[in-house]
């Protein structure tokens, strides 16, 4: 079936503007142009996932909600080749059949359509548009309110995955995975108690350990971490507010007096086990990494003061759309012998979507990339700069895109011949709004300040997405 999006933004949503509007059509682009050379050890997709919502939205529209789209270019012996699909979600399924939306957004996700138009599909369209992980040999599409949704090679939808029936709920966009031991660490935030449900996988991809973990409230929990020994989840004052969404307020909610904690459970462990530790009120969306220095643990990420996802009810007179200020390079720290906490910034320079050498997940990381903003007064996510920490220098080196460059999150793909942390490249989505034309890049990652040193060219746009990854060959 030959799939052809449909919406106009007849409204004139910000969150369907600019490079946010969706692309219409699956393409597949063999051979795609290339400015600069590719390297000979770059061989492998990037993979990134985003929005992209098939038909005209019933009512507002937060960026959150649109149909899953996955962008893909292999790379292979200097060449690069091109496809994008539509993660074809149960619920989207429904709409297909249709020619409609009847799923609404989360500003009216309690407004569930007629079971009778979509079936077996659920109450809740599951769009998958988040990220994408592979592990035990499969490619997972990852929204954090639903299950995961396996996506062949070729990146067409198989259908969502339970673990063989083991898992009942969600899972997390932003899963850890142990690249010595091969094993997954995941968790499920729940409107109702146990508001946190954190989950084990072996290597094989089976379920081994589900605990439920009491928590005084249901926290919008985005991300977590891995050491050697632990998994670490955040606490933060980001809550779910479904009685405030019934009476036309914000879905989710900034509720400093909660405080923030950080808490470990042994990567085994059971609910009587997590240990909590208090640091200053604070949000991290996503981290680097974490591993244990003796009796602490060092983790790192981007801090928050606030956020407001901007998740306004459909009754509200407010447009949906984030409207988070910046954060900015963070460590927090555990002292486990003394039982003690904190956090301090490390740079003041605003960005987000936090990379690093996945093949030292849980170890120590020196080398850190960031996607950031160097334009002023930048809409939140309208990344314009890649950003490399080198924290045992203590340097931060930059490429900045250009006045018209937009970016997304910078995957790091190790140089198969290297050993040192950053050998190897970084590559990224780019777009151009001045001539409306979109590229995946390729940075050294050693020298990002040099910019890039393969350009692919797009055949169409790219809209802007959410989060990427790389898949060696």
């Not at 962008?71 to 699909?85: I, K, L, P, Q, W």
């Not at 003041?348 to 979507?353: L, R, S």
């Amino acid at each position: 079936m030959t799939l052809t999006g449909q919406v106009t933004n007849a409204a004139n949503q910000s969150d369907l503007g600019g490079n946010m509007f969706p692309v219409e059509a699956e393409i597949d682009a063999a051979d795609c142009e290339v400015i600069g050379e590719i390297p000979a050890g770059l061989r492998g997709s990037f993979v990134r996932n985003g929005p992209n919502p098939m038909f005209e939205p019933i009512g507002k529209y937060h960026m959150f909600d649109g149909d899953g789209m996955l962008h893909g270019v292999d790379f292979a012996d200097g060449t690069a080749s091109y496809r994008n699909r539509w993660i074809k979600s149960r619920g989207l399924g429904a709409e297909i059949q249709l020619g409609k939306a009847v799923y609404p957004g989360l500003s009216d996700v309690m407004n569930f359509p007629d079971a009778s138009l979509v079936n077996d599909a659920g109450p809740v369209k599951n769009p998958a548009n988040t990220h994408i992980v592979r592990h035990a040999g499969k490619l997972l599409a990852l929204w954090e309110q639903g299950l995961p949704t396996e996506i062949a090679p070729n990146l067409e939808t198989v259908g969502e995955w339970n673990f063989n029936g083991a898992l009942q709920g969600a899972m997390t966009a932003h899963p850890r995975i142990d690249p010595f031991t091969g094993e997954m660490f995941f968790f499920a935030y729940n409107f109702f108690a146990p508001f946190l449900t954190y989950y084990a996988v072996d290597a094989t991809g089976a379920i081994v350990k589900q605990v439920g973990i009491d928590m005084p409230a249901p926290v919008m929990m985005h991300d977590m971490l891995i050491t050697e020994n632990y998994s670490v989840f955040m606490d933060s004052p980001i809550v779910f507010d479904m009685d405030g969404l019934a009476n036309g307020e914000s879905m989710v909610k900034w509720k400093r007096e909660n405080g923030t904690r950080i808490g470990i459970i042994p990567r085994l462990g059971d609910a009587e086990d997590v240990r909590w530790f208090e640091v200053p009120t604070s949000h991290v969306q996503h981290f680097w990494n974490a591993w244990e220095n003796g009796n602490r643990i060092e983790i790192t990420g981007v801090r928050f003061e606030e956020v407001d996802f901007g998740i306004e009810a459909e009754g509200s007179e407010k447009e949906s759309g984030v409207e988070t200020n910046a954060g900015s390079p963070a460590r927090y720290w555990i002292d486990l012998e003394k039982g003690t906490a904190g956090s301090e910034y490390f740079d003041d320079f605003n960005g987000e979507f936090c990379r690093f050498n996945d093949d030292l997940t849980g170890r120590e990381t020196n080398c850190l990339y960031m996607s950031g903003f160097t334009r002023p007064n930048a809409d939140p996510g309208d990344f314009d700069t890649v950003v490399k920490y080198n924290t045992t220098s203590d340097t931060r080196t930059m490429w900045y895109s250009g006045d018209n460059g937009h970016l997304g999150e910078s995957v790091f793909a190790p140089d198969p011949n290297g050993s040192a942390e950053d050998d190897g490249w970084l590559v990224n989505s780019f777009h151009d709004s001045g001539t409306g034309k979109s590229e995946v890049i390729v940075l050294d990652a050693q020298r990002v300040e040099d910019g890039p040193i393969a350009r692919v060219q797009i055949p169409q746009r790219m809209p802007f997405g959410f989060h990427a990854n790389w898949f060696p060959s």
